[in-house]
């Protein structure tokens, strides 16, 4: 099995020139099966966190998050996306403003995203666990990952790294895998990042038969 890994898009604020990359990567591996590591949607506006006083407002950031998805959708009607953290903003601030859930739309509903799109937590597919990565953070996030999964395991969510590791436990050796993100750097919901010693590594996954490659953006 070919599977493709896209990491961290954070629409409407990916790198500019994503979709071609992503129709070239397409058409050179052919992939059985792609997997949206989260964090599809930034959501900028609902941010918890001091927002840039001359962002674009809510309706505006919306209009060119569903132009973006429109043609995502049309190059890939089917794919599994795992649910990240920005995916989840508009829902933690209806939370916090009291709002049930049962009055909000599903995930899939609110990004209009076809039949063929499945959003779920984790996603297990060719006996490796995918799933966004909240919660894992630093330099040995990939060791931390092996340790705690005993598995072969995927993540975006840590943009600063692209990384794969090997372990064996004695019994059988597995990877962990971290994709790096699509992230368009010079964003301005991405201020906040200007000034880190690591910065966004741009690249993709694929992994043939389970065994990992990282490809990076360009």
Not at 144 to 168: F, W
Request: glycine fraction near 10%.
């Amino acid at each position: 099995m070919k599977l493709l890994v896209i990491p961290d898009p954070h629409f409407p604020f990916a790198v500019p020139g994503l979709m071609g990359f992503l129709r070239k990567v397409k058409r050179e591996y052919k992939p059985d099966k792609v997997i949206i590591l989260g964090d599809l949607a930034d959501q900028y506006t609902f941010t918890k966190f001091l927002k840039d006083p001359d962002a674009s407002g809510l309706c505006s950031e919306w209009r060119e998050l569903q132009a973006e998805l429109g043609v995502l959708y049309e190059i890939f009607p089917e794919a599994y996306c795992c649910v990240g953290n920005h995916d989840q903003r508009i829902y933690k601030r209806a939370a916090e403003g009291g709002i049930p859930a049962k009055f909000l739309k599903g995930l899939k509903e609110l990004l209009d995203a076809p039949d063929g799109w499945k959003f779920l937590e984790s996603i297990v597919l060719d006996n490796i666990l995918f799933f966004h990565g909240d919660g894992h953070s630093g330099r040995t996030a990939a060791v931390k990952l092996l340790e705690r999964y005993r598995r072969n395991v995927v993540i975006g969510h840590l943009h600063g790294q692209a990384t794969i590791m090997h372990l064996n436990n004695g019994h059988e050796t597995n990877f962990a895998f971290i994709c790096g993100c699509l992230v368009d750097v010079k964003a301005y919901a991405f201020h906040y990042s200007q000034k880190s010693v690591d910065q966004p590594v741009l690249g993709l996954g694929l992994i043939e038969d389970g065994v990992p490659r990282w490809l990076p953006f360009k």
